[in-house]
């Protein structure tokens, strides 16, 4: 069975074209949110591919940093880290200028009786950082969950709403259910490796 250390090894080992693109890449790159669920291990593979494909850039995670065992993890492996509120626009205009950021901060749990603070997660956040990094490229990442679409009058999506389940014969859904992680135990008897010889065989139907 896997340990929760392989499984972070897993998630933070670069693929060959990951490398071969950080080689081709022009700047620095910056982690907008990277002390959540997936910033540590994409804030480490960034790194590491960067280191292997043999070009000098920054690899830069910036969150608030709550987590210890979280910094522990990034000065492990040599990623910059800033600590950072990104509500606080005099925060954000401190923050190095780079060509390249990867945009994963934003409020999804805990929103009931908290909206105002979640439209300045979601809203006002996203236009602070533009309104600093000006023309850089983003990377922007919504969500790892997927919902179907709402329209503006239904009130979105809730909770206990199928993911695509409407739309779909059936649906896979490989981790982000057991919400696992750098501050998250592994469920006993998780073998992700199982679930791929699983899978291969119906490659052709999926």
């Not at 850039?57 to 990104?86: G, Q």
């Not at 908290?114 to 809203?123: G, K, L, P, Q």
């Amino acid at each position: 069975m896997w340990n929760e250390a392989q499984l972070d090894e897993a998630l933070s080992t670069p693929s060959q074209a990951l490398i071969d693109d950080m080689a081709r890449l022009d700047g620095d790159i910056m982690i907008l949110g990277a002390g959540g669920k997936v910033g540590p291990t994409l804030s480490v593979m960034a790194k590491r591919a960067v280191e292997a494909s043999g070009v000098d850039r920054k690899v830069i995670a910036v969150s608030r940093f709550t987590d210890p065992f979280v910094v522990a993890l990034m000065e492990k492996e040599h990623v910059e880290c800033i600590s950072c509120d990104l509500t606080q626009p005099s925060q954000i205009a401190k923050l190095p200028k780079v060509k390249n950021i990867i945009y994963m901060a934003g409020r999804k749990f805990g929103t009931n009786g908290a909206e105002c603070e979640t439209w300045e997660m979601n809203v006002a956040v996203p236009a602070y950082v533009t309104q600093h990094f000006g023309a850089a490229r983003y990377v922007v990442f919504s969500t790892s969950n997927v919902y179907p679409f709402a329209t503006p009058k239904s009130g979105g999506n809730t909770e206990d709403v199928a993911v695509f389940a409407h739309s779909l014969g059936h649906l896979l859904l490989l981790g982000d259910l057991l919400y696992h992680g750098p501050r998250n135990d592994l469920p006993r008897d998780y073998a992700p490796k199982e679930v791929i010889a699983m899978l291969n065989p119906l490659a052709g139907q999926l």
